[in-house]
């Protein structure tokens, strides 16, 4: 459920992690939440949690962009939108792709997936509709 810290770690140390198995990966990037300040920080993540993340945790020196998916109505197709831009006041853009599951009828779990290359993202995304 920290999906959001595991992106922040790779972002931030993902050099420095071996690429081997994915399960090797994450447990790699559990040890670089020590240099995050969590506290008073509830998961899984808000809009809002993610604001006093960045807040309590200005050396990591970010700028937060948020991009979520959603299904048009009635039809197939999903289209990426900007959710929240620039939150943070930091040096280091993080791109970050925010969908949310269902949980019950009135209640959703955000789940975030880190973007390395926006551009290219939302190529391979849009250029998939056109082929259709």
Known sequence: MKCFLYCIAYFLFG???EKSSKKSQSSQLK???ANFNTQNVSFP???????KFLRQNNHLN???????RQKENDK?????????YGLGNGEKIVNLLMV?????????VNHFIL???????????YRKEVEV
């Open 76 to 84: 197939k197709k999903e289209l990426i939108f900007p959710y929240e």
């Open 100 to 108: 949310q599951n269902k949980i019950a009828c009135d209640h959703a």
């Open 15 to 17: 050099d420095k992690i």
């Open 62 to 68: 970010l700028k937060i962009n948020i991009f979520i």
């Open 115 to 125: 973007i390395t290359d926006v551009n290219k993202y939302l190529r391979r995304t």
């Open 31 to 33: 040890k670089y939440f």
């Open 45 to 51: 993540i808000s809009i809002t949690g993610i604001k």
